[in-house]
């Protein structure tokens, strides 16, 4: 019963296998490719290992306090040059293989020509709030 | 209406559906159907025998629904050819639930949800909220496991070590955040309803190992959440009153000379209990019950733990030594070097493997403190 996020990455990551931009699929790839998500989401649904699933937008900024006063100040739009997060789903799972075989599955949703995108994920465990007892 | 009685009668009496051969989920169901009725006709008219009014009301549901669902008649017919069972001793049946909420072809997380619905009777929000997981996921947990111990026959004893690692696992969740269920109680509850029906000493060793961990829960943890060492820990807020019934139970098991790794846990709980100071703790003692659980378990954790134990009884150098004998890659290993390189004068040393330890540290408490540890130590050494 461990929590682990799984992110996404626009870029960022090591680049995917099957490494083709999303917007050179076919309409219907593109529409395989989300229901393998969909499908995914709900399987992990059904075994009871599921807790959270967005998408986000690319449009990111970074923001820093600018003193007393001041209006925070951004470095604008510039999200091509950053690493990006494209979207996470948390999951609640029992061990940190079976968080690495999940991973591995939704790394093999379609892409073009309908074959698996193999794109690298990110999986990062939790911090739990209360150390567990030991002497 | 009182709904402590309800709740802590739920377990039995779906127990003895269970044991007179309903599946899990029905048995359940019809439990339910049974609470609904108690909650509207009790306040007017109390039954004197509680529990055996909500047997016959469950039973009757069951069958209802079984005879309701002509595709089964003939199972319902097999159910009801069995001879309907004299009054029972409702210990056997609750410790049947046990058993059958920890089965081994059950995960870890889903024993653990089963065991806090059918045996504590927790709603499924509370153990969702409790685990922090949506309340549709513990859902699916809970009727999965149902489904997978469905056709399981409670004709024998189950395993007590699995029982016992279900109900510790339990018990070290809970330090949520979240009010609305306090797991810690709630395994301890559960540890004494399995105490007061079996008989086995690793029973009352972790019960005894609950409740004296337990002893501590308020001078483990500063006023920001901030982990608060043993050593360190203001002892005047320690529970005596769990401490001392936490050592009595132990007393008891040791004496049956059946010793198992909770008993020998409490016994070093109890060691640390025991001193007003801690360096009054009797360190060779503790070190003589981790040899114990080291021959017991053969866990690298346990070496690990009495690594620390041999450094306070026999000086730091000697901790340092048996260290070295162990894997640097346990959890732990870093912390446990940062500090015994402190003890011996070291101090940059420690600085940089509390730093370290800081990095690898998998929760935010534990990170905290590390951090604080080598903050000090650098603050010292300027």
Redesign the interface.
């Given at each position: 019963m461990a929590k682990y996020l799984l992110l996404k990455h626009y870029r960022g990551a090591p680049a995917s296998v099957n490494d083709v931009p999303m917007d050179q699929w076919t309409p219907e790839e593109v529409s395989d490719h989300m229901r393998y998500m969909n499908d995914f989401a709900d399987r992990l649904k059904e075994t009871g290992e599921f807790v959270d699933s967005q998408a986000l937008a690319p449009g990111g900024s970074f923001v820093r306090y600018d003193g007393e006063g001041r209006p925070p100040v951004t470095d604008g739009p510039f999200a091509e040059t950053k690493d990006l997060i494209a979207g996470w789903m948390i999951i609640d799972v029992d061990s940190q293989e079976r968080a690495v075989e999940l991973a591995g599955e939704l790394s093999a949703a379609p892409g073009a020509g309908g074959k698996p995108i193999h794109e690298w994920l990110e999986v990062r465990p939790f911090m739990g709030a209360k150390p567990t007892i030991t002497e | 209406m009182n709904e402590t009685l309800l709740r802590s009668l739920t377990p039995s009496v779906l127990a003895v559906l269970v044991r007179r051969g309903a599946d899990f989920a029905a048995a359940e169901d019809a439990v339910q159907d049974a609470l609904v009725e108690a909650v509207r006709v009790w306040p007017a008219d109390p039954p004197r025998d509680p529990k055996g009014w909500l047997v016959t009301v469950a039973w009757r549901r069951f069958l209802d629904a079984r005879r309701a669902d002509t595709a089964r008649r003939r199972r319902e017919d097999l159910i009801e050819e069995e001879p309907a069972p004299g009054p029972a001793p409702a210990v056997d049946d609750t410790l049947q639930l046990y058993f059958l909420c920890a089965h081994p072809s059950l995960?870890?997380?889903?024993a653990?949800?089963l065991t806090l619905r059918a045996v504590g009777g927790l709603t499924t929000r509370q153990i969702a909220r409790a685990?922090?997981?949506?309340e549709?996921?513990?859902?699916?947990?809970?009727s999965?496991a149902k489904r997978t111990v469905s056709g399981v026959r409670l004709d024998r004893h189950g395993d007590v070590a699995t029982v016992l690692r279900v109900l510790y696992?339990v018990f070290?969740?809970g330090?949520?955040?979240d009010a609305d269920v306090d797991l810690t109680a709630e395994a301890i509850r559960l540890t004494r309803q399995l105490a007061a029906v079996i008989d086995h000493p690793e029973v009352v060793g972790l019960l005894a190992l609950m409740l004296l961990?337990h002893a501590r829960r308020a001078a483990r943890t500063g006023p920001d959440s901030a982990?608060v060492p043993?050593a360190e820990q203001d002892r005047g807020r320690w529970d005596t009153e769990l401490i001392t019934e936490g050592i009595g139970i132990l007393q008891t098991a040791l004496a049956r000379d059946r010793l198992g790794e909770f008993q020998a846990?409490a016994a070093?709980?109890a060691l640390?209990a025991d001193a007003q100071r801690a360096e009054e703790t009797d360190w060779v003692q503790i070190v003589e019950w981790y040899d114990e659980l080291v021959r017991l378990t053969g866990s690298p954790?346990v070496r690990l733990?009495r690594a620390v134990a041999v450094g306070e009884a026999d000086g730091a150098r000697a901790g340092l030594a048996e260290l070295a004998e162990l894997d640097d890659t346990l959890p732990?290993h870093t912390a446990v070097a940062a500090y015994l390189h402190e003890r011996d004068g070291d101090l940059g040393t420690a600085a940089r493997l509390y730093a370290d330890a800081a990095g690898k540290?998998?929760?935010?408490?534990?990170?905290d403190h590390l951090t604080r540890q080598a903050a000090r130590l650098n603050a010292r050494r300027q």
């Open positions: - | 995960t870890p997380s889903s653990v949800a685990y922090l997981v949506p549709a996921t513990m859902a699916q947990r809970i999965r696992l070290n969740e330090y949520s955040t961990h982990l043993l846990q070093i709980a640390h954790v733990n732990r540290a998998a929760n935010l408490a534990e990170r």
